[in-house]
């Protein structure tokens, strides 16, 4: 059976593959800026779509007409392979199963796991789904040697949304999901100028930075790679410390992975409590940096 | 003058209890309030409709419980509230179904939704929504503004933001950086006790045949070590951290 691949995110798309490969012959779908990176992961074919951003509805579009040569589909769950999978879903009217964290096959069904209430449970689900979104940072990528062929196309369908001005953001090669220890911050931190005080802790570790959804997508005080969460990056260190966050479901979602999760907050009754196997109640301005110098001996 | 403007709403559960011995959630007397993006999409909704003039629609796909829910949005602004019972948990492709049939027997310019749901975050429903309805989406914005019979967003995505513009009739998709939703003063939510609400049951047919095979919440099995003393708790997370860095 074959499976087309397709994210924004190129490293999205290899992780993919290594989920995949055992179970499909592996085509994907991508822009023509990541096609050199995406050569060696394993693809038979590769569309080479010309450009390096579209509407959703196009790229939908170009998806569901590959749906006869190609039996499922596998879209990478950013903000915009969201989108064209719940369209690539309601056009084609196959089934769609989003942000997946576990998939297999049994007797031509498929078998899917995905974080529900928030992150509270797991649910797992057999279905005759054709569509998914894959969540990020699933699988480590593994090359494979492949000689795809390349399919250049340009998409048929033109949308309605006019593309205007690009912002770029600030961006990290980091990858968080692959980090040992991760020092994580929250709101509890009051100004970005004290942001010092965390990487000054989390270099003595030698850790990495990560945060919570305001402090990555809504202040920018991090990149929003280093966004922990059911919206952001599921992350499994070794050691996860929490540092002035709540610890509400939508943020425990992406740090469950954790082996041993320690807590700084000053309010005893915070959930992140409830999710740590060590917790400290206190100001994190005076807790953190007697940690820093104690560690730096 | 003005626009029509609609609001999809989503309602959730106050607080999911679980039992610690199955793992499973209980639902017994749970409370449902209006679902964290569906505040954002109101407030985006009741701005448009302060900036521009118009009038603000809510419909919520829901069940039962779902007039207190109906009476949050509206204390924050909407005008009127439509219901449709028969909401199916887990199936996202049939709340799109429903609520596309609902809101093409009512005349709109422009539709605002949450960009996903704080509960199940399939992020399904403002996609295929479009698709039905046949009207372009702008997805994911984080600013709103309307000229010339048009909307243009700043889409906010993973690697940059964008600008994205269409023009009505469309839908708009927002996220949790859009706005900070307000909270209703006593005397608005007395007043959206006399607004019109109309409650009806959907007309098409839940077909939905997957098979759940269980739905969990994974062991926690934390050791839950806290320390309520500065001195000693640091003490100890120290010996902690060298055990892991060493
Ligand atoms: C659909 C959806 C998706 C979401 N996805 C994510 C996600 O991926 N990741 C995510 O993180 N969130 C996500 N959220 C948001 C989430 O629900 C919470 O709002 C968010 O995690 C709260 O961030 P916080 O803990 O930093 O802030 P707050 O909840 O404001 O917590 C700040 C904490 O700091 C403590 N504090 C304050 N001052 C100090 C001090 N001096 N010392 C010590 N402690 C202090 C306070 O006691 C408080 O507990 C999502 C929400 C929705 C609706």
């Given at each position: 059976?074959?499976?087309?691949l397709?994210s924004?995110?190129?490293?999205v798309?290899?992780?993919?593959?290594?989920?995949?490969?055992d179970?499909?012959?592996?085509g994907f779908m991508?822009?023509s800026?990541?096609?050199?990176?995406?050569?060696?992961f394993g693809?038979?074919?590769?569309?080479?779509i010309n450009?390096?951003y579209?509407?959703?509805?196009s790229?939908?579009?170009?998806?569901?007409?590959?749906m006869?040569?190609?039996?499922?589909?596998?879209?990478?769950?950013?903000?915009?392979?969201?989108?064209?999978?719940?369209?690539?879903?309601?056009?084609?009217?196959?089934?769609m199963k989003s942000?997946?964290?576990?998939?297999?096959?049994?007797?031509?069904?498929?078998?899917?796991?995905?974080?529900?209430y928030?992150?509270?449970?797991?649910?797992?689900?057999?279905?005759?789904?054709?569509?998914?979104?894959?969540?990020?940072?699933?699988?480590?990528?593994k090359?494979?040697?492949s000689?795809?062929?390349?399919?250049e196309i340009?998409?048929k369908?033109?949308?309605?949304?006019?593309?205007?001005?690009?912002?770029?953001?600030?961006?990290?090669?980091t990858?968080i999901?692959?980090?040992?220890?991760i020092v994580?911050?929250?709101?509890?931190l009051?100004?970005?100028?004290?942001?010092?005080?965390?990487t000054d802790?989390?270099?003595?570790?030698?850790?990495?930075?990560?945060?919570?959804?305001?402090?990555?997508?809504?202040?920018?005080?991090?990149?929003?790679?280093?966004?922990v969460?059911?919206?952001?990056k599921?992350?499994?260190?070794?050691?996860y410390?929490?540092?002035?966050?709540?610890g509400?479901?939508?943020?425990?979602a992406?740090?469950?992975g954790?082996?041993t999760?320690?807590?700084?907050?000053?309010d005893?009754?915070?959930?992140?409590?409830?999710?740590?196997?060590?917790?400290?109640?206190?100001?994190?301005?005076?807790i953190?940096?007697?940690?820093t110098?104690?560690?730096?001996g | 003058?003005?626009?029509?403007?609609i609001?999809?709403?989503?309602?959730?559960?106050?607080?999911?209890?679980i039992?610690?011995?199955?793992?499973?959630?209980?639902?017994?007397?749970?409370?449902y309030?209006?679902?964290?993006?569906?505040?954002?999409?109101?407030e985006?909704?009741?701005r448009?409709?302060?900036?521009?003039g118009?009038?603000?629609?809510?419909?919520?796909?829901?069940t039962?419980?779902?007039?207190v829910?109906?009476k949050?949005?509206?204390?924050?602004?909407?005008?009127?509230g439509?219901?449709?019972?028969?909401?199916?948990?887990?199936?996202?492709?049939?709340?799109?179904?429903?609520?596309?049939?609902?809101?093409?027997r009512i005349q709109?310019?422009?539709?605002?939704?949450?960009?996903?749901s704080a509960?199940?975050?399939?992020?399904?429903?403002?996609?295929?929504?479009?698709?039905?309805?046949?009207?372009?989406?702008?997805?994911?914005?984080?600013k709103?503004?309307?000229?010339?019979?048009?909307?243009r967003i700043?889409?906010?995505?993973?690697d940059?933001?964008?600008v994205?513009?269409?023009s009505?009739?469309?839908?708009v998709?927002?996220?949790q950086?859009?706005?900070?939703?307000?909270?209703p003063?006593?005397?608005?939510?007395m007043?959206?006790?006399k607004?019109?609400?109309?409650?009806?049951?959907?007309?098409l047919?839940?077909?939905?045949?997957?098979?759940?095979?269980?739905?969990?919440?994974?062991?926690?099995?934390?050791?839950?070590?806290?320390?309520?003393?500065?001195?000693k708790?640091?003490?100890?997370?120290?010996?902690?951290?060298?055990?892991?860095?060493?």
């Amino acid at each position: 059976m074959k499976a087309l691949l397709f994210s924004d995110r190129p490293l999205v798309t290899a992780q993919m593959s290594s989920l995949l490969c055992d179970y499909f012959e592996i085509g994907f779908m991508a822009y023509s800026k990541d096609y050199e990176s995406l050569k060696d992961f394993g693809a038979k074919e590769i569309i080479v779509i010309n450009g390096e951003y579209s509407p959703a509805e196009s790229l939908a579009r170009e998806i569901v007409s590959y749906m006869k040569e190609y039996d499922y589909i596998f879209i990478g769950a950013t903000v915009l392979g969201r989108e064209v999978g719940a369209m690539a879903a309601a056009i084609s009217g196959a089934e769609m199963k989003s942000e997946i964290i576990e998939f297999g096959i049994k007797d031509g069904k498929t078998t899917t796991k995905r974080l529900y209430y928030g992150g509270k449970t797991v649910l797992e689900e057999e279905s005759n789904a054709k569509i998914f979104t894959v969540s990020q940072g699933l699988k480590e990528t593994k090359k494979i040697e492949s000689s795809p062929k390349k399919n250049e196309i340009e998409l048929k369908t033109k949308s309605s949304v006019e593309l205007g001005e690009k912002i770029q953001k600030a961006t990290t090669s980091t990858d968080i999901t692959k980090a040992d220890i991760i020092v994580s911050i929250g709101r509890g931190l009051s100004k970005k100028e004290d942001l010092s005080i965390i990487t000054d802790f989390a270099s003595v570790m030698h850790a990495e930075l990560a945060g919570s959804r305001p402090i990555c997508a809504d202040y920018h005080w991090l990149e929003e790679e280093r966004q922990v969460g059911l919206s952001g990056k599921k992350v499994n260190p070794k050691l996860y410390i929490a540092i002035g966050i709540s610890g509400q479901i939508q943020h425990i979602a992406g740090m469950r992975g954790s082996k041993t999760v320690i807590a700084i907050n000053k309010d005893k009754s915070a959930p992140i409590f409830s999710e740590c196997d060590y917790g400290i109640v206190g100001d994190l301005y005076s807790i953190v940096p007697k940690l820093t110098k104690i560690l730096r001996g | 003058m003005g626009y029509n403007i609609i609001v999809c709403i989503k309602q959730i559960a106050n607080d999911i209890e679980i039992d610690p011995q199955t793992r499973e959630p209980v639902f017994s007397d749970t409370k449902y309030r209006l679902e964290d993006l569906s505040r954002n999409a109101v407030e985006e909704a009741v701005r448009i409709k302060e900036k521009y003039g118009g009038k603000v629609t809510g419909i919520l796909f829901g069940t039962e419980q779902s007039t207190v829910v109906m009476k949050e949005a509206m204390a924050m602004g909407a005008d009127e509230g439509i219901i449709v019972k028969g909401f199916k948990e887990n199936s996202p492709d049939f709340t799109a179904k429903v609520l596309a049939e609902r809101i093409k027997r009512i005349q709109y310019d422009i539709i605002i939704i949450g960009y996903a749901s704080a509960d199940s975050y399939t992020a399904q429903v403002p996609g295929a929504l479009s698709i039905l309805l046949g009207i372009p989406l702008l997805g994911s914005a984080i600013k709103t503004e309307i000229a010339d019979n048009k909307v243009r967003i700043t889409r906010e995505s993973d690697d940059f933001d964008i600008v994205e513009s269409a023009s009505m009739p469309l839908l708009v998709s927002v996220t949790q950086e859009a706005n900070e939703p307000r909270l209703p003063l006593l005397i608005q939510v007395m007043a959206a006790a006399k607004k019109p609400m109309s409650i009806e049951e959907t007309a098409l047919k839940y077909d939905g045949i997957d098979k759940i095979i269980g739905n969990k919440a994974p062991e926690s099995g934390r050791k839950h070590i806290i320390y309520e003393d500065e001195g000693k708790g640091i003490e100890e997370i120290v010996k902690i951290i060298k055990g892991e860095i060493s």
